[in-house]
């Protein structure tokens, strides 16, 4: 009974809505914190040396980003209705870089297939998108000895690019907490 009543007094939003501001809120915080997050990354005390990531070289980093907060969706909106959130965002996604939805959608799709190769067999998607950075940043060929000859990440390091990570999931249980979503 409480959960209609608090259900009728949220505040409502279309699904529209909701895709442009995951787009805006993700390309913000993205933007805004790609260079601190370099700069983090390449003075990590767990390398050897300096990783040496281009505060500029972010593309990886976003869809890393945009993979794993797409896959996180499923937590927090009722079936069919995360399908139509990630369906307008890749529309929206597409418009940005000037590509088709087809492209936008397999960019996607693909990044988190190899969030399935490389994270097997956990299926934690923060995880995944720390060793996602991890990879494709090249992080393994500044690592100790041990480590790199692994080619597994050493875990304080990647404890340190979780705690990074979690800055960029978006907290959808805050928003569905104070918001309705209707179609």
Same mark, same amino acid.
């Given at each position: ?7 009728? $007094?949220?505040?409502?939003?279309? &699904? ?10 993700? $390309?913000?915080?993205?933007? /805004? ?7 983090? !990354?390449?003075?990590?005390?767990? +390398? #050897? *040396? ?5 505060? &500029? ?8 980003? #945009? ?11 009722? &079936?069919?209705?995360?399908?139509? @959130?990630?369906? !307008?965002? =890749?529309?929206? +996604? ?8 087809? *492209?936008?959608? *397999? ?10 190769? @490389? ?5 934690? /998607?923060?995880?995944?998108? *720390? ?18 000859? #692994? ?6 390091? !990647?404890?340190? =690019? ?13 928003? /569905? ?7």
């Amino acid at each position: 009974m409480a959960f209609g009543i608090t259900t009728i $007094f949220k505040k409502k939003v279309e &699904e529209e809505k909701v895709a442009e501001l995951f787009v805006n809120i993700l $390309f913000n915080a993205v933007d /805004t914190s790609f260079a601190e997050v370099a700069e983090l !990354l390449n003075n990590d005390l767990n +390398l #050897l *040396s300096p990783a040496q990531i281009d505060p &500029e070289n972010q593309d990886d980093f976003l869809l890393i980003v #945009l993979a794993g907060n797409f896959k996180l969706l499923d937590d927090y909106f009722f &079936e069919g209705q995360e399908d139509r @959130i990630r369906e !307008l965002t =890749i529309e929206k +996604l597409a418009a940005v870089y000037g590509v088709d939805t087809v *492209s936008m959608r *397999s960019a996607i799709n693909n990044m988190l297939a190899y969030f399935k190769k @490389i994270n097997y067999p956990s299926k934690n /998607t923060h995880y995944a998108m *720390s060793r996602a950075v991890f990879h494709k940043y090249g992080l393994n060929e500044f690592q100790k000895d041990y480590f790199r000859n #692994l080619n597994a990440p050493d875990p304080i390091l !990647l404890k340190n =690019i979780d705690e990074i990570m979690e800055q960029f999931i978006v907290k959808w249980d805050t928003f /569905t907490e104070k918001y309705r979503i209707i179609d």
